[in-house]
Nanobody, 120 residues
Framework: QVQLVESGGGLVQPGESLRLSCAAS????????MRWYRQAPGKQRELVAH???????NYRDSVKGRFTISRDNAKNTVYLQMNSLNPEDTAVYYC??????????????WGQGTQVTVSS
């Protein structure tokens, strides 16, 4: 069994920063790609950023230059540093990881989500 636990969400004002964390635990052989998604009220879940096991990153256009995804492979943790936040960034943020375990091989797992609200 694999669990992803996110933390770091909250309420901030426009222009401020937040850092999200997502730690994977359980019977893990390895983790390949790790991703951050977000879902705003009434909208579809969208991919924000991803990072491969080798550190290659990619971002959606609206967050390029403001958000930075990183990971600590020793801690099975992925981070999302979010700077210059604006109200359009308000959403529930979810992490997703493709994890290799003894029983299932590579499989995708989701965290429970953490709320980010940007408002003055």
């Amino acid at each position: 069994q694999v669990q992803l636990v996110e933390s770091g969400g909250g309420l901030v004002q426009p222009g401020e920063s937040l850092r999200l964390s997502c730690a994977a635990s359980g019977s893990i052989f390895s983790i390949s790609v790790m991703r951050w998604y977000r879902q705003a009220p009434g909208k579809q879940r969208e991919l924000v950023a991803h990072i491969t096991s080798g550190g290659t990153t990619n971002y959606r256009d609206s967050v390029k230059g403001r958000f930075t995804i990183s990971r600590d492979n020793a801690k099975n943790t992925v981070y999302l540093q979010m700077n210059s936040l604006n109200p359009e960034d308000t959403a529930v943020y979810y992490c997703h990881a493709v994890v290799s375990t003894p029983n299932r091989g590579y499989w995708g797992y989701w965290g429970q989500g953490t709320q980010v609200t940007v408002s003055s």
